[in-house]
T-cell receptor, first 109, second 113 residues
Framework: GQNIDQPTEMTATEGAIVQINCTYQTSGFNGLFWYQQHAGEAPTFLSYNVLDGLEEKGRFSSFLSRSKGYSYLLLKELQMKDSASYLCSIMDSNYQLIWGAGTKLIIKP | NAGVTQTPKFRVLKTGQSMTLLCAQDMNHEYMYWYRQDPGMGLRLIHYSVGEGTTAKGEVPDGYNVSRLKKQNFLLGLESAAPSQTSVYFC????????????FGPGTRLTVL
């Protein structure tokens, strides 16, 4: 079967660093996406990984290990506006996105 | 350039009523998708389209129908609404390449009483 696991909720402090993990088992793999979704809004694209390694984009970085079925999203210098849900999704062998339930990140002052 | 738009933003239906949700995109994208999002669950694909005049079933198609008569529009229909269809519905589109990013509309919050 297909399965994507993420923690349901995480709490971090403004200015700190947080790592959100995602593990997956899917039928085929054509890339992993991270999206951000603020409450009541649409998901917006953050990052895409198809090869192993770290992709850095400003304060956000995303890591992928295909052999371990594992990814993480690293957020540095946390700001209050980073309070949101972070969705991990896998593009399967049919090029469809399979979505995790999302991790709600709460930032405290 | 409005991106992906959805109408309506909110709707309340009674069980058995019908309605159509409209998604429009102005990016000339080939692929369009309808998802539903429920608390504690990931986005689930209802139906999708890989081009004008084509549609296909996703993970949870029962109770829904779709049409893609024009490239820029993707309609989602509920013929006889049920309380289980209470959800937030998102439309998304992408250019067409397999690895392309999906762009989402703002969502429609539907309640079926």
């Amino acid at each position: 079967g297909q399965n994507i696991d993420q923690p349901t909720e995480m709490t971090a402090t403004e200015g700190a660093i947080v790592q959100i993990n995602c593990t997956y088992q899917t039928s085929g793999f054509n890339g992993l996406f991270w999206y951000q979704q603020h409450a009541g809004e649409a998901p917006t694209f953050l990052s895409y990984n198809v090869l192993d390694g770290l992709e850095e984009k400003g304060r956000f970085s995303s890591f992928l290990s295909r052999s371990k079925g594992y990814s993480y999203l690293l957020l540095k210098e946390l700001q209050m506006k980073d309070s949101a849900s972070y969705l991990c999704s896998i593009m399967d062998s049919n090029y469809q996105l399979i979505w995790g339930a999302g991790t709600k990140l709460i930032i405290k002052p | 350039n409005a991106g992906v738009t959805q109408t309506p933003k909110f709707r309340v239906l009674k069980t058995g009523q019908s309605m159509t949700l409209l998604c429009a995109q102005d990016m000339n994208h080939e692929y369009m998708y309808w998802y539903r999002q429920d608390p504690g669950m990931g986005l689930r694909l209802i139906h999708y389209s890989v081009g004008e005049g084509t549609t296909a079933k996703g993970e949870v198609p029962d109770g829904y129908n779709v049409s893609r008569l024009k490239k820029q529009n993707f309609l989602l229909g509920l013929e006889s609404a049920a309380p289980s269809q209470t959800s937030v519905y998102f439309c998304a589109s992408k250019a067409g390449e397999e690895s392309d990013t999906q762009y989402f509309g703002p969502g429609t919050r539907l309640t079926v009483l």
